[in-house]
């Protein structure tokens, strides 16, 4: 198909430069044609002239006759010379007409001839205006040729180019929006083009390949976080009880107070792998109109208490803002963003929020990061140390993100940069 293409191209552009070769060639061939019939007629002219002058050469005032006919006529000059004779000679001209008072082309046959034996200069001319115009409109006519020619050769072209590559582009407009996590599988149809036939047939292997696949794995997290949802239940609550027990040591209650902390992180994990299959699985579908301003203040006060521990100072600039959202996703959102704020800061560090105009920015003092910004969405990916994080929420942050359409931004200046535009 692409040499097809490629053929047809130079085949338009080899016929294009062909004709255009071609106006040129074809004035200049009707040019000389014109004067080669010009030149025919004034040899016949001047042989006709000095057949009549020499009917008359016994005539005593001939010569005066002749001055007399040099100054009337126009298109014929019979003037004296020396005594070397003048060989035939043909040339194009320009010469003023006084009448139209514009210069006019002419073509001259200039001979010399010996009248009574004085040697005479005749010079035959005829107007070339008349063949100036044919030859200039034969050239537009030609050009305007030209021009739906090649109009009409690039409309066929692209016409033919679009029809036989419509099935790529289809294919390739399918894969543009294909995405894992949706039900709509690519759907090509039957082509008359081998190429196109083998190119859709493996695409659609492709991709029902992958899709099987990232269900499975869905499917695997799915099951694996409700399987662990009893057991993390009931280890939590065996903690509880051996926390009870008066006669533990102190060692006995260290080592339980670190198995409580692994179980609460076990936990926050398990629900944030739900959380993020409910988001795949578009349980979330719900939308209503939502007051973001509201939402924000109640999360800023649920989280204030614990940047107190860190001596982190909040400060917000709210303005109203509404709109059409699920309130779960919007929740979960923010509160991660505000979340992610607090564990990579710093002591004494800040968080300013500013919500207005369908803008969320989050700004946050802390460390540059040393890993690409656009692997800190990824799941399970963080720096820090802090035990605390599960490395999901950012990458739960960026999965709701892109099933609500909302474009959010990382950007480091002097400190930490997140902006949603709902």
């Given at each position: ?116 034996g ?14 100036k ?11 305007f ?23 790529f ?123 973001v301003?509201?939402i ?24 109203p ?36 105009e ?6 946050n ?44 931004n ?13």
């Open positions: 198909m692409r040499l097809l293409q490629v053929s047809l191209r130079s085949s338009l552009i080899f016929s294009l430069l062909l004709v255009v070769v071609s106006i040129p060639v074809s004035l200049f061939s009707i040019s000389a044609l014109f004067n080669e019939e010009v030149d025919e007629s004034m040899e016949l002219h001047t042989q006709q002239f000095l057949k009549h002058i020499k009917s008359y050469a016994n005539l005593d005032d001939l010569e005066t006759d002749l001055e007399v006919l040099d100054q009337l006529s126009y298109d014929i000059d019979i003037k004296p010379s020396s005594n070397q004779m003048v060989s035939r000679a043909f040339r194009t001209t320009e010469i003023y007409d006084s009448v139209e008072h514009e210069l006019r082309s002419y073509r001259e046959l200039s001979n010399g001839v010996d009248i009574k004085r040697h005479y200069v005749l010079t035959v001319r005829m107007a070339l205006v008349d063949n115009e044919l030859i200039l409109t034969i050239g537009l006519v030609q050009s040729l030209i021009i739906l020619l090649a109009a009409g050769l690039l409309l066929l072209n692209r016409r033919i180019s679009k029809r036989l590559w419509k099935p582009y289809k294919t390739l407009n399918q894969l543009k929006a294909y995405q894992l996590d949706r039900n709509e599988a690519i759907e090509t149809d039957k082509t008359n083009i081998t190429e196109f036939d083998d190119l859709n047939t493996t695409v659609r292997m492709l991709t029902d390949r992958n899709r099987k696949v990232f269900l499975d794995q869905k499917e695997f997290i799915e099951n694996a976080s409700h399987e662990l949802q009893t057991p993390i239940a009931i280890f939590q609550s065996k903690l509880d009880l051996m926390m009870q027990n008066p006669s533990m040591s102190e060692s006995e209650a260290g080592m339980i107070s670190e198995l409580e902390m692994t179980a609460q992180r076990m936990s926050r994990l398990n629900k944030n792998l739900l959380l993020l299959s409910k988001i795949d699985n578009d349980q979330f579908s719900t939308k209503e109109i939502i007051d301003t509201w924000t203040k109640e999360i800023l006060y649920d989280i204030k208490s614990m940047a107190d521990v860190e001596a982190i100072s909040i400060s917000h600039d709210i303005l803002v509404e709109i059409m959202a699920n309130r779960t996703l919007i929740e979960v959102l923010i509160t991660n963003l505000l979340n992610n704020a607090v564990r990579h800061n710093v002591n004494n560090g800040f968080i300013r929020l500013s919500l207005n369908g803008r969320l920015t989050i700004v003092s802390g460390p540059k990061v040393q890993m690409p910004p656009e692997k800190m969405f990824a799941r399970f990916s963080k720096e820090s140390a802090n035990t605390s994080s599960s490395g999901l929420g950012l990458a739960i942050v960026k999965r709701v993100c892109d099933s609500c359409g909302y474009k959010l990382y950007r480091y200046e002097e400190s930490h940069i997140f902006t949603v535009v709902f």
